[in-house]
């Protein structure tokens, strides 16, 4: 399989420029001055080098530093002994992510998964990973702001009373108060508070990523709106007609979870496990697809009306194609074969009428009751449901609001074109934004009120399942900031109370009279038991219209919210923005996804820029050709081309909400391409430290994965044989389990200090990322094989590193682990040449030493931060097994399987990773590493390497 | 044509190669000096602090133990600094009013803490851990020096690289009794002929292996 579709199969001679070209691509930084630079210029550059070379040695090795004891120490506490606490983020949809929040000296510094959450189970998305450095974020909003300028709260509590006295003498109208979708039932209890006092106050909701089609399909189909919850665990044949249930998202961590239990117990051998996926632009579910059919979005109505047609629920439709004929057969045959055991889902995005007919054929097969529960929406319903920001506005335009409080929401820059807010917004009289960042928002209102960040305030949320989740600080707020509902008590013209108490007060209306007890278990759970959303059995689903197909005669744009940055809220976050994206490897930017046939009728490349003309607006789009796209629809990623000047996410991108209508939010049809030129370079990293050839990503049939393994061909070696003494540390990654939803990544970067280096850099191929997540991309790019490896460190046995370093920083550990001492390394880069994975990064300028002291506070203590001119790589997370180690010692103890778990192992929602001690074949990785699937990456190197892969399996054993 | 080269210029020539050698060796020597210093090392240099506490009286008159103070020594990979109120526990009583301990009760009043310049050192690359080798019977004594003697405290040794290593590499010498590590005078223990072979047995019983102490992962990640 190739990273790139277009690397010569056969190479040819050396001077053939395609090579020339995949070197650059692969190599960019090396290959950016070739032919520019003189003879003279390169002994210049050389000579300078030579005589410069020993002051990279004058760097003070004594941290001048003051030792701070507390004033008053806790009981029980060394400082530095971490701390745990159990709470959550409220993420996405403002459904809670509950995690476990390590602190040392008070200082947050890790979220993981909360592993008794029914939720998660441990696992964490990259999302609820990076909230972490959302927290130390320099460019929060600091101070409260009125007209731009900076305020005191005084002013801003004055103005509050004020505001509340003149509500108060007209029963609350013309107050409205826009927020973000809320789960937090603190915030249910404030709201009903207001409508009570205000009986003409009204609330309103903007979320623009949001399940408005979903629940009106519900209402549909069961006369009321209804939650969806997938239980992929018990789905042995899953049929996704649009529906990224893999994908980023609210749901991701749990649906992932889930379906990673039903394929480890098929990996054993028990039931059957297949996907079919229909969709119009690849996702993450199409990648972990047994059969993924491209599809127009207007003909997922047609295509699912043909699988209806099957079951006997709707006519049939008049045209299909013979492949997607095919499709549907394989799909019906199955879906027929595990009645009971099948599942049935239809994207959020899709129209209402193609859900309601996915909810029909679930029901004819058994799904609902079984893999397919349907709850009480967890999200909060505003009084005017999906048309709410509509309202909003409308009232707005008619001078009907007098006073308008934002929360949490952003219209200025996520609300549809063709709203109408911001001309809107000037009707109001008072206008009041609360939120973490001086967003485009802000700008517009009067006054700003910075809130906190959800590790330093207290508040409570509910997950996707409705288990509620009570968010308690892990550290007391660096600026002068307030609660989310400190704001609302102060809107009433109250006093301003304190978070804590404000939560409290709805748990104890709940609790009732044994509140002290249940509260302190709450607390110390991270979520309140028996919560979660009941499960309601719903009557025979309504049989639904067909679906209506209006056949497009240009071409159709779907709007999908971008893979790391979701809607623009993680714009801010430079983890976020550096992460590659699943599928294009592109940071910093997002991108137009076009097929590659429309591509080349327009002639555009990737990068080009496009103008992407719709309903009488223009946008313009960096290009990327994207394989399994289906052949006349573009895919606009949301969450770019933010104005958030000083800010990490200021520029980067389109804006693709300038051509969202409200109407239609997820498609447009009768679009217009047309080729602009060439554009900025795109950061992307799918080229760079490419293995391509053959082996890398392997397949198996599950007759061979269930084969015993063969014993292992005795490879001779030079090296002399490695003293093996006490535990031998290896890993394993199932590239079956695998999705590509980069939880890893962000999880090293931040339990590894791993530096950001920024667009340009990333360009170079000088990215940080100890652990990166290659995507391969196999066979006819209109419907390719896709496949998803994380590399971190092999850790070879007989490490081609350890031979090239001149000065022995980096060695091998007597447990098996390539070590790299960073105050040996004079920064030859010579072992990273010697490396066949590509997996050692090195700090080409100094990432870290102008960071803010917000940051600086962000980093794990227990790791190195790395200076200029030193190479680093992943270690397995050696200070998770140096700490193992000495408390094993401590106790007197041998370190226990599964005691050591590496931050990626940790975060994985599909438990694609597991670390041990590969010494003891009753380990964990031991037993995946006997499985007839498992290999290693270049064998033919014979570097004996400790991360082992085990290999996809496949019907047809194709795909690797 | 005339001469180029004056009669002395060979002279000159000898002696400037001759000077730049002298000037190289010197060079060397006196950075080699420097490096090896107590200038740079400051081993035995008494470190300023905002109050001028001493070890000397704490520990070798009044007779304190080390953990009253530093109590996470044997739990944690800090010794850990005493909060203001482990001062206060005896300053509450005596010497409540004496102007050297006035930054004490600052400290307490405002809830600052105070600012103790550090003497025993190493780089933010280098990763000691205290529980361990105080579990193991490392005394206090052996990297800290007879702190019992400081009045104002400096440090003991050269926290070089080279003094981790040399009991690394033989722990034997360095390892006394557990429930004793805080003991500062270890002479009369030393000179005892019962505990000739203590340290080798201790290395049995715990199974320590010299060869492992060296790795480089053990002291840096």
Redesign the interface.
């Known amino acids: 399989m190739h990273r790139r579709p277009s690397f010569p199969k056969d190479l040819a001679s050396p001077s053939d420029p395609a090579i020339f070209e995949a070197a650059a691509a692969e190599f960019p930084a090396a290959f950016a001055g070739v032919g520019e630079t003189g003879r003279r210029q390169l002994l210049q550059a050389m000579g300078a080098s030579l005589a410069l070379a020993g002051l990279t040695g004058c760097t003070s ?3 001048d ?9 806790p009981e029980y506490r ?4 971490p701390r745990h606490y159990a709470t959550a983020v409220a993420g996405i949809g403002g459904y809670a992510q509950p995690v476990l929040g390590t602190t040392y000296a008070g200082r947050p510094t890790k979220l993981e998964g909360l592993p008794e959450h029914p939720a998660s189970l441990g696992a964490a998305d990259a999302f609820t990973q990076a909230a972490l450095l959302g927290l130390y974020d320099p460019t929060r909003s600091q101070v409260p702001r009125r007209l731009g300028q900076p305020a005191d709260w005084g002013a801003f509590d004055a103005m509050m009373v004020e505001t509340a006295r003149r509500l108060d003498a007209r029963q609350g109208e013309g107050l409205r108060l826009l927020t973000g979708q809320q789960t937090s039932p603190t915030f249910a209890r404030q709201i009903s508070q207001i409508v009570e006092r205000w009986p003409k106050a009204r609330w309103h909701v903007l979320e623009p990523v949001n399940e408005d089609q979903r629940l009106a399909a519900t209402a549909l189909a069961f006369g009321r709106p209804l939650q969806v919850l997938p239980r992929l665990d018990l789905a042995e044949v899953v049929v996704s007609l649009d529906d990224d249930l893999l994908g980023p998202g609210p749901q991701q961590t749990r649906n992932a979870r889930m379906w990673s239990q039903r394929r480890i117990a098929y990996q054993a051998g028990q039931g059957d496990h297949r996907l079919f996926v229909a969709e119009p632009t690849p996702s993450l579910t199409g990648v972990a697809a047994d059969d993924r059919l491209a599809v127009a979005p207007g003909r997922i109505g047609a295509v699912g009306q043909a699988l209806a047609a099957r079951f006997g629920l709707a006519p049939a439709p008049a045209t299909l194609s013979a492949r997607e004929q095919a499709w549907v057969g394989a799909a019906a045959a199955a879906l027929s074969q595990a009645q009971g055991r099948a599942l049935v889902s239809v994207g959020a995005l899709q129209p209402p009428a193609v859900q309601t007919l996915g909810l029909a054929l679930a029901h004819r097969i058994g799904a609902v009751g079984t893999t397919l529960r349907l709850a009480e929406p967890v999200a909060l319903a505003p009084p005017d449901g999906g048309a709410s920001f509509g309202a909003l506005v409308a009232a707005m335009a008619a001078g009907a609001v007098d006073t308008l409080l934002i929360l949490d929401a952003n219209p200025a820059y996520a609300a549809p074109a063709d709203s109408g807010f911001a001309e809107s917004l000037r009707r109001v009289r008072q206008t009041i934004h609360a939120g973490l960042h001086v967003d485009e928002t802000a700008h517009l209102c009067a006054w700003h009120a910075p809130v906190e960040h959800d590790l330093e305030t207290w508040s409570d949320a509910r997950a996707v399942e409705g288990t509620v989740s009570l968010i308690q600080p892990l550290v007391r707020p660096f600026y002068a900031v307030r609660s989310r509902h400190a704001v609302l008590e102060t809107l009433q013209g109250r006093p301003v109370a304190s978070g804590r108490g404000l939560v409290a007060a709805t748990w104890r209306e709940r609790f009732g009279a044994a509140f002290e007890s249940l509260w302190a278990g709450a607390l110390r759970r991270g979520f309140v038991e028996d919560t979660a959303a009941p499960e309601i059995a719903a009557a025979a689903a309504a049989i639904p219209a067909p679906a209506p197909h209006a056949p497009s005669s240009g071409l159709e744009l779907v709007f999908r919210p971008d893979p790391t940055i979701w809607d623009g809220r993680f714009a801010s976050n430079a983890w976020l923005q550096e992460l590659p994206k699943p599928l294009n490897k592109v940071t910093w930017d997002n991108i137009l996804a076009v097929g590659p046939d429309l591509a080349l009728a327009h002639g555009l490349e990737s990068g080009d820029i496009a103008r992407v003309a719709a309903g009488g607006r223009t946008i313009e789009a960096a290009v990327w050709i994207t394989p399994g796209q289906s052949r006349r629809t573009l895919t606009a990623f949301l969450g770019y081309g933010r104005r958030l000047p000083d800010q990490v996410g200021d520029g980067h991108g389109y804006d693709a909400y300038e051509i969202r209508p409200q109407a239609t939010p997820w498609a447009l049809t009768d679009v217009v391409l047309s080729k602009v030129g060439g554009g900025p370079r795109l950061a992307t990293t799918q080229p760079h430290q490419a293995l391509d050839q053959p082996g890398i990503v392997r397949a198996v049939t599950p007759a061979q994965a269930r084969a015993p393994k063969p014993p292992p061909a005795d490879a001779v070696s030079f090296y002399p044989p490695v003293p093996k ?2 535990p031998q540390w290896g890993l394993s990654i199932d590239t079956d389990l695998c999705i590509g939803c980069n939880a890893c990544v962000t999880a090293c970067d931040a339990e590894n200090n791993i530096a950001i280096v920024g667009k340009d850099l990333v360009a170079e191929g000088r990215q940080m990322h100890w652990l990166r997540v290659d995507h391969y991309v196999e066979g006819d790019p209109a419907a390719p094989r896709e496949a998803f490896q994380p590399v971190p460190c092999m850790h070879c046995e007989d490490a081609p590193c350890e031979v090239g370093c001149p000065v022995g920083a980096t ?1 091998h ?2 447990d098996g ?1 390539n ?1 790299q ?3 040996r390394c004079i920064g030859t880069r010579t072992c990273s040449s010697y490396c066949p994975y590509k997996v050692r990064r090195f700090n080409w300028f100094d990432y870290t030493g102008s960071d803010p002291p917000e940051r600086r506070a962000q980093r794990n203590p ?4 790395r200076t200029r001119g030193v190479m680093e790589k992943c ?1 397995y997370c ?2 998770r097994i ?1 700490d193992a180690r ?1 408390q094993a ?2 106790e007197n103890r041998a370190i226990a399987d599964g005691e050591i778990r590496t931050a990626c192992q940790q975060t994985c929602p599909t438990q694609a990773i597991v670390f041990g001690d590969v010494s003891d074949p009753s380990s964990a990785v031991s037993r995946r590493k006997a499985q007839a699937r498992d290999y290693s990456l270049l064998p033919e190197e014979n570097t004996r390497p400790r991360t082992t892969y085990l290999a996809r399996i496949r019907t047809n054993g194709e795909g690797g | 044509m005339p001469q180029i080269f004056t009669a002395s210029a060979d002279t000159w020539l000898r002696a400037w190669v001759i000077g730049l050698a002298v000037a190289a060796v010197g060079a060397g020597l006196a950075g080699g000096g420097l490096a090896n210093s107590s200038y740079l090392s400051r081993q035995a240099w008494p470190v300023d602090q905002p109050v001028p506490f001493s070890h000397k009286h704490h520990v070798g008159e009044l007779g304190l133990d080390c953990r009253y103070c530093h109590t996470g020594v044997e739990t944690s990979a800090n010794a850990g600094f005493p909060p203001t109120t482990t001062c206060m526990t005896c300053h509450s009583q005596i010497w409540t009013g004496a102007a050297v301990l006035a930054p004490v009760r600052a400290s307490l009043v405002t809830g600052e803490p105070l600012a103790w310049n550090r003497v025993a050192k190493i780089p933010d690359y280098v990763f000691f851990n205290h529980a361990i080798h105080v579990n193991r019977g490392v005394a206090c004594e052996e990297c800290h020096g007879r702190i019992d003697k400081m009045p104002l405290t400096w440090r003991a040794h050269a926290f070089k690289m080279r003094f981790c290593t040399d009991c690394h590499r033989d722990p034997a010498p360095h390892l006394r009794p557990p429930d004793q590590v805080t003991r500062m005078d270890w002479t009369s223990w030393d000179a005892d002929p019962r505990n000739r072979g203590y340290g080798a047995a201790r290395m049995r019983a715990l199974h320590i292996q010299p060869a492992k102490l060296i790795n480089c992962e053990i002291c840096h990640r």
Not at chain 1, 65 to 73: I, K, N, S
Not at chain 1, 78 to 81: C, L, M
């Open positions: 090795d004594e941290p530093e003051q030792a701070l004891p507390y004033v008053r120490q060394a400082a530095d002994r003494d006490g060695v550990g007597p682990l070590l001492v960073y105050n227990n790791v190195t931060v270690t050696i200070q140096s000495i010692k401590l």
